[in-house]
């Protein structure tokens, strides 16, 4: 005996699973943004000042096709003294300000993400 089933809101879920990659891809590229902000901010702050130069040569980057972000030195006149700051020398202790900043956002990526996506999918604030 065949019966028929009705499934209310069935359009609606449908229309909200196909909504799922470009939020996600939204979120991601939100979260990564936010995050190599966060951190950048953060290492800036901790990064030693004698000359500024290290301090300026700080950047953030998002790939937002490959889904990466990175904070550094690529300046190639500081980048060989920004490593050596970090990580100290036989003359010179370490001032580590990269590390402790990745350390300290760490978390805040998927928190973010979460968050993200859940607004572009229209349930978050």
Same mark, same amino acid.
């Given at each position: 005996?065949? #019966? ?10 449908? /229309?909200?699973?196909? /909504?799922? %990659? ?9 979260? $990564? !943004? ?5 951190? $950048? ?10 000359? #500024?130069?290290?301090?300026?040569? $700080?950047?953030? /980057?998002?790939?937002? !096709?490959? #889904? ?7 300046? %190639? ?27 300290? !956002?760490?978390?805040?990526?998927? /928190? ?9 999918? #229209?349930?978050?604030?």
């Amino acid at each position: 005996m065949a #019966g028929r089933i009705r499934l209310d809101g069935l359009r609606e879920a449908l /229309r909200a699973i196909e /909504r799922v %990659p470009e939020a996600m891809r939204e979120a991601r590229t939100e979260a $990564l !943004h936010e995050w190599a902000e966060a951190v $950048l901010s953060t290492a800036e702050d901790k990064v030693p000042r004698d000359k #500024g130069n290290l301090w300026q040569a $700080l950047e953030g /980057r998002v790939n937002d !096709h490959f #889904g990466r972000a990175d904070v550094g030195v690529w300046d %190639p006149a500081e980048l060989e003294y920004a490593m050596y700051v970090e990580k100290g020398t036989s003359k010179m202790d370490d001032q580590p300000y990269l590390v402790p900043a990745f350390n300290e !956002h760490r978390r805040q990526v998927t /928190r973010t993400y979460r968050a993200a996506f859940l607004r572009h999918m #229209g349930r978050g604030s």
